[in-house]
């Protein structure tokens, strides 16, 4: 007859492995990262340095995002960045033409020629068009009685179910329009 070994408990012989939880889903991505991310790839192959540099760049900023309050989750916010980098590389290609430093200036208009391809590729609503809605919140405002300030104006339009909630707008560029209507109102 057969017997068989009995097993014994193995309790402390191996320690607990510990379980690292993670979850599948990732952090939504900009579509234009999705490009920026293949342009990137296509860089390396070309060994074009200065476009290399500037998409690396932009990766980096927007990683960097991604551990803040506030992640990078739309071409909008993406546009912005992109905006942000050129008006410094401008900034300084100025400064270095004052210097009298073309080598740097040269590299700093590259930069800028590049950023600004990028953010082309992002489309936003028309200035007419936000001057519109903007006209028209205001004319809102005013019926209800609100006193019409750019905090007030700005809070309605960007609201949940507001005119401008979900839309492709810039909100330096709704603010600028706001404050010039309100202004000339």
Do not use: C, H
């Not at 208009?109 to 950023?115: E, G, H, R, S």
């Amino acid at each position: 007859m057969f017997t068989p070994l009995r097993f014994t408990a193995r309790l402390n012989l191996r320690p607990v492995r510990p379980v690292r939880w993670n979850s599948t889903a990732s952090p939504a991505t900009p579509p234009l990262m999705a490009k920026i991310r293949t342009d990137l790839k296509v860089a390396m192959r070309a060994k074009d340095k200065a476009r290399l540099d500037v998409l690396r760049a932009i990766i980096s900023e927007t990683n960097n995002s991604a551990k803040t309050a506030s992640p990078i989750q739309t071409d909008l916010q993406l546009l912005s960045l992109i905006r942000k980098r050129a008006n410094a590389s401008r900034d300084a290609a100025r400064q270095f033409a004052e210097e009298n430093r073309p080598d740097l200036k040269d590299k700093e208009d590259v930069q800028v020629t590049i950023l600004e391809e990028y953010a082309g590729e992002v489309q936003t609503m028309s200035l007419e068009d936000i001057k519109d809605v903007v006209s028209q919140e205001i004319a809102k405002l005013k019926e209800a009685g609100q006193k019409v300030e750019i905090g007030t104006l700005l809070k309605s339009l960007f609201a949940a179910g507001g005119p401008l909630d979900g839309k492709p707008a810039e909100r330096s560029e709704v603010a600028r329009i706001a404050k010039e209507a309100i202004s000339s109102a």
